[in-house]
């Protein structure tokens, strides 16, 4: 207040202000992830970083030698200058050895430089492969949930986007604030000789400018956070415009020029943001960092004065005007170091904010049940997906024993997928059980229990890999088995086609790769199918619609293989055709998440219900 009367200010300076104190209550979190990196750093190559430690002590000290021996250099010329009257070449000799001093000092700060970047670049390639690894390590660990949830999305993309190269840069900068504060008690110690109040100048002057850097890159952290969902849909566009699975579409609904313009409007708006910010930054940045040249040039006026009165010799004169001015670089980079290693925190809180996603151990260890005659049960089981307000599955019991065959019926999204994901402990139930030889699922150890189960989705993967690397994912441990791939093609029917093929099982699916050959839907079916009997040690059979792009010889040939594997297993079949299904020995209709009908096919249309109005309805389609 002033005279009564409140004092306004503009409503930039107040943004300023505001960001200022925010990033100073924020400062003690700067170190919060640096332990973290330098310990990340230190296991990806112990060897570097010693030698990046040493390298950055002989660079914090060379530089004060270079400006000492300057000033020597300076002083030895005025004293041969002074000397010359009684001798031609008096002193010479002295202003020789100076300059060859500092030709070495020069030439060894150099190799400091040379080494700094020979290091860092040999990190950085090892760190940003090691940081990759950890978040692909963390991917194996997670439950099907999290990759159904946008949110956890988001997260994954931020640390895929920035935390690979973050955290050398914050130990490059730590190192960096380690070699600056070394400069700077070097120079301090010098710069004291002339005056302790040049020193005080010297720290402050940068600070703000400092302050003004670490509220923009809060500000900059905040709008990366906040777009996750912008550039994870950018990259979505990407991939539909330039991707051949979606080409066909594409093209011939003219999606394209309507998707490059969504692809536009998001950059667009970024970068607007991003403009906004850099305009900010760089205004005030420009301003506060004339603070810092004020400063220089009124200590190397009071520097020049001094030794125009004599109080300092010429050579002192330049050895303190460049410590001022490299200790001002100096202080600046230190700053701007702090700086940035809050801003490589916040990205890096990204990075471990994925790695800390909490996962639930998997608490059984079980290798086999009590009673292994028993086969599967679901008891009373409800299942609610995440944030869903509905349940998927509401009280579902059903029993299905060693050689008999189960089909799940109903219309799209009844629960039947659901079922299926359960029975694999993809999910847990939100209520009831699961059994298998008598003993509930979270009992069994998990990869025992998966071991147990071959099954092809609806939805199934189709690996850019060879065609017997296709079939071989079904088991890893067998993942190269030759002979196992052609037992399991026959299975699937999918031998004969393959053998067509130009390098049998050898060829390269897909389009993404040189010579890669692409296949029909059913085809690809086929190998799915085969990808699922390549488990010949697993006793559950699971076919969520092993045979909806094959055509009528094809089925008629699977359906075959499953009456000969239901006698050996319990298999579980999903499927829109009822002539698939009725060979079931026992068919349950799923309706909004629970169980309408059960039986047999024919007990089933004795019962007149919903399976039979179904049933009915597909046969006269065939009339």
Not at 61 to 88: E, K, S, Y
Not at 592 to 606: K, P, T
């Amino acid at each position: 207040m002033v005279a009564g009367r409140k004092v306004h200010t503009s409503p930039a300076a107040d943004t300023y202000g505001a960001g200022a104190q925010a990033t100073l209550r924020a400062f003690p979190d700067v170190f919060r992830y640096t332990r973290h990196a330098l310990t990340l750093v230190w296991e990806t190559s112990r060897p570097l970083t010693v030698a990046l430690a040493l390298l950055t002590l002989a660079g914090g000290v060379l530089p004060a030698g270079v400006a000492w021996v300057g000033a020597r250099i300076v002083d030895a010329v005025v004293a041969a200058i002074a000397a010359q009257a009684g001798a031609a070449a008096a002193g010479v000799p002295d202003v020789l050895a100076w300059v060859a001093l500092e030709a070495v000092l020069v030439a060894a700060l150099a190799a400091v430089q040379r080494g700094v970047s020979t290091c860092q670049s040999l990190l950085r390639a090892q760190l940003g492969q090691r940081v990759n690894e950890m978040i692909l390590e963390k991917a194996l660990t997670l439950e099907l949930r999290h990759f159904e949830d946008s949110e956890f999305y988001d997260k994954l993309t931020r640390a895929r986007r920035e935390a690979s190269s973050r955290p050398l840069s914050l130990v490059m900068r730590s190192f960096g604030l380690v070699q600056n504060a070394i400069a700077l008690v070097s120079f301090g110690t010098l710069l004291a000789q002339f005056s302790p109040w040049a020193v005080a100048v010297l720290l402050l002057a940068g600070l703000p400018s400092f302050i003004a850097e670490g509220k923009f890159s809060g500000d900059a952290f905040r709008l990366f956070r906040w777009r996750s969902p912008e550039t994870r849909m950018q990259i979505y566009l990407e991939t539909v415009i330039a991707r051949e699975d979606h080409a066909k579409e594409v093209k011939l609904f003219g999606l394209g020029p309507m998707l490059l313009d969504r692809y536009r409007a998001i950059f667009k708006k970024v970068f607007a943001e991003d403009r906004a910010l850099t305009i900010r930054r760089d205004t005030w940045g420009f301003f506060l960092g004339l603070i810092a040249t004020a400063a220089f040039y009124c200590a190397y006026a009071w520097v020049a004065v001094s030794a125009v009165s004599g109080r300092i010799t010429l050579g002192e004169m330049t050895m303190y005007v460049l410590l001022f001015r490299q200790g001002q670089a100096a202080v600046s980079t230190a700053l701007a170091a702090i700086g940035g290693m809050y801003e490589d925190n916040l990205y890096l809180s990204t990075l471990y904010e994925y790695l800390d996603t909490p996962v639930e151990a998997p608490m059984g260890r079980a290798t086999q049940g009590p009673d292994p005659g028993d086969g599967v049960r679901f008891e009373d089981v409800s299942f609610t997906y995440p944030d869903a307000t509905e349940p998927a599955v509401r009280n579902v019991s059903l029993h299905l024993r060693p050689g008999r065959s189960l089909a799940l019926v109903g219309e799209n999204g009844s629960g039947k997928t659901t079922i299926i994901k359960l029975l694999t402990r993809l999910y847990r139930p939100t209520s009831g059980r699961i059994m298998l030889d008598g003993l509930d699922l979270t009992e069994w150890d998990p990869t025992t229990l998966r071991r147990r189960v071959g099954v092809i989705f609806q939805d199934f993967a189709r690996y850019q890999l060879t065609v017997g690397e296709n079939i071989g994912a079904g088991d890893v441990e067998h993942f190269e088995d030759a002979a196992r791939w052609r037992h399991a093609g026959d299975l699937a029917a999918a031998t004969s086609f393959v053998d067509d093929l130009p390098q049998g099982f050898d060829t390269q699916l897909g389009k993404w790769f040189k010579d890669g050959r692409e296949l029909s839907g059913g085809q690809w079916q086929k190998i799915a199918l085969a990808r699922a009997f390549m488990r010949e040690g697993a006793d559950i059979l699971v076919l969520d619609e092993p045979t909806a792009a094959m055509d009528a010889r094809a089925e008629a040939a699977i359906f075959e293989q499953f009456r000969a594997l239901a006698s050996e297993r319990m298999v579980i079949l999903i499927s829109h055709r009822f002539s698939t299904v009725r060979m079931a020995d026992q068919i349950l209709v799923i309706q909004g998440g629970q169980v309408l009908e059960s039986g047999s096919h024919e007990e089933l249309m004795r019962l007149n219900g919903h399976y039979a109005n179904l049933f009915s309805l597909q046969a006269r389609g065939y009339r």
